[in-house]
């Protein structure tokens, strides 16, 4: 079995982390003690193809594989887990559900829109009672498993 990166893999690590470099590790401290969204560090990774690293083509991603998705935030990781952690709740709960659930209609209106940056995804969950505590606070409702 081959673990060795592919020339597109390579250049995705060197333009993401020319990026990191440039533009997420200088912000991280500040982001991370105020809690402010990066949106500027966020804007600017559309047009580059980063939020869209894994999504077809057809729908305006860059038609990346899963080792080039990993490869983008392991790097944003690197400079700022925030950044990070927001890019990967755009691309994999958010944009990924669509491209995985979504109906055509959907996937034109809101993927395009998503991988280049257009729009940002982020994924909400909530149960009455439990708030976001998903693991310790949700009930099963099933009436198949009610007691």
Not at 59 to 70: F, Q
Not at 75 to 87: D, V
């Amino acid at each position: 079995m081959d673990f060795e990166l592919d020339e597109e893999q390579r250049m995705v690590r060197q333009a993401v982390r020319e990026f990191v470099e440039r533009e997420v590790k200088p912000r991280a401290r500040e982001v991370d003690e105020t809690g402010q969204f990066p949106w500027e560090t966020i804007r600017k990774m559309g047009p580059l193809g980063f939020l869209g690293i894994n999504m077809p083509e057809e729908y305006g991603g860059a038609g990346g594989d899963k080792i080039s998705l990993a490869i983008l935030l392991e790097e944003l990781g690197r400079g700022c887990g925030s950044t990070g952690l927001i890019t990967e709740a755009h691309i994999c709960l958010a944009s990924a559900s669509i491209a995985d659930f979504g109906t055509e209609e959907q996937k034109r209106k809101y993927l395009v829109p998503l991988a280049q940056g257009h729009m940002l995804g982020a994924l909400s969950l909530t149960e009455p009672g439990a708030g976001s505590d998903l693991v310790g606070g949700v009930k099963n409702h099933s009436p198949s498993r009610r007691q």
